[in-house]
């Protein structure tokens, strides 16, 4: 199994507040695709082989080495399921803001305090 380091198509995206709101989940969920990306490159700094596929070691059998190989491959795979649930609720975003009401327009000549939520 050839192991990269992580890809990162969406490196500066970020959960808006109005996402939040909606999914509070993927709040937590991008905190936890930057922590694959630590463990991913620190593992990749400790055993360097692994990026290049190089069998040699991988046919050693160290436990260690094993550990880290599968590691990898499940932080791929956990990326890979991260993306999928944020482009799900991305689109359920973008899809509840479109079929959304506008908000109220304010009368400028309005002075009451009707229009704030507390």
Same mark, same amino acid.
């Given at each position: ?5 992580? %890809? ?17 989940e993927i709040a937590l969920l991008s905190v936890l695709d930057r922590v694959l990306d630590v463990a991913v490159y620190t593992l990749l700094a400790v055993?360097?082989?692994? &990026? ?12 260690? @080495? ?22 799900? @609720? @991305?689109?359920?975003?973008? %899809?509840? &803001?479109?079929? &959304?009401?506008? /908000? /109220? ?6 002075? %009451? ?6």
């Amino acid at each position: 199994m050839t192991t990269r380091p992580p %890809s990162r198509t969406y490196a500066d995206w970020r959960p808006t507040p109005p996402q939040i709101e909606l999914a509070p989940e993927i709040a937590l969920l991008s905190v936890l695709d930057r922590v694959l990306d630590v463990a991913v490159y620190t593992l990749l700094a400790v055993h360097p082989y692994l &990026a290049a596929d190089d069998l040699l070691y991988r046919q050693l059998h160290l436990p260690e @080495v094993q550990a880290a190989d599968h590691i990898l491959a499940h932080a791929h795979r956990l990326r890979a399921a991260l993306g999928c649930y944020r482009h799900a @609720v @991305v689109a359920l975003y973008e %899809s509840a &803001a479109r079929d &959304a009401d506008p /908000p /109220p327009a304010l009368d400028p000549l309005d002075d %009451s305090d009707d229009h704030f939520p507390f």
